[in-house]
T-cell receptor, first 118, second 113 residues
Framework: KAGVTQTPRYLIKTRGQQVTLSCSPI?????VSWYQQTPGQGLQFLFE???????NKGNFPGRFSGRQFSNSRSEMNVSTLELGDSALYLCASSLTVSVQRAGANVLTFGAGSRLTVL | QQQVKQSPQSLIVQKGGISIINCAYE??????FPWYQQFPGKGPALLIAIRPDVSEKKEGRFTISFNKSAKQFSLHIMDSQPGDSATYFCAATPTGTASKLTFGTGTRLQVTL
């Protein structure tokens, strides 16, 4: 069973540019979440999508956006890049959005997309 | 505002020893507490998780201890092995928003021979 696939794995951008990152969840998983990981701030929740709808959103500026397609694949976009956006962006997928069903909501993370902003 | 505090930041343990990582939370709405393990170049992977209706959960060499009144929980790694060398993150979330995890700052564990 294939895991969570994130592309690209590495990318370099300059300030002011925009970037789009892609995430293919595990087959059958309908929930996709995005996290930003930096040495200073650690792992921070960006947003979550379920059935093409944004269900939860973290405390990030509007420059950070995302979407989910009907096949559950997700993309996130960061516009007007800043130096501080340099980070590892992690995507995670799960069956549902809730832990109501024991074991149904294990988050499986991809290896991440490492973004460097120069 | 950091809602999950994790300590220590780094930990060196000899092979065969016990590794202990502690976390404390503030938000009383949290009721699902997973631990994640992350190796360099990889995403975090779920190690073990607990809900506050139990005080302890054990899976193999990994045990979570949970103290609801103190709002603290900890990970114990028994018989630590060099292959356990990784960064460990505690996390918490309310039921119903289980994908919106609040993570601790991480503990870098090194198990020496």
């Amino acid at each position: 069973k294939a895991g969570v696939t994130q592309t690209p794995r590495y990318l370099i951008k300059t300030r002011g540019q925009q970037v789009t990152l892609s995430c293919s969840p595990i087959s059958g998983h309908r929930s996709v979440s995005w996290y930003q990981q930096t040495p200073g701030q650690g792992l921070q929740f960006l947003f979550e999508y379920f059935s093409e709808t944004q269900r939860n959103k973290g405390n990030f500026p509007g420059r950070f956006s995302g979407r989910q397609f009907s096949n559950s694949r997700s993309e996130m976009n960061v516009s007007t890049l800043e130096l501080g956006d340099s980070a590892l962006y992690l995507c995670a997928s799960s069956l549902t959005v809730s832990v109501q069903r024991a074991g149904a909501n294990v988050l499986t993370f991809g290896a991440g997309s490492r973004l460097t902003v120069l | 505002q950091q809602q999950v505090k994790q300590s220590p930041q780094s930990l060196i343990v000899q092979k065969g020893g016990i590794s202990i990582i502690n976390c404390a939370y503030e938000n009383t709405a949290f009721d699902y507490f997973p631990w994640y393990q992350q190796f360099p170049g990889k995403g975090p992977a779920l190690l073990i998780a607990i809900r506050p209706d139990v005080s302890e959960k054990k899976e193999g060499r990994f045990t979570i201890s949970f103290n609801k009144s103190a709002k603290q929980f900890s990970l114990h790694i028994m018989d630590s092995q060099p292959g356990d060398s990784a960064t460990y993150f505690c996390a918490a979330t309310p039921t119903g928003t289980a994908s919106k995890l609040t993570f601790g700052t991480g503990t870098r564990l090194q198990v020496t021979l």
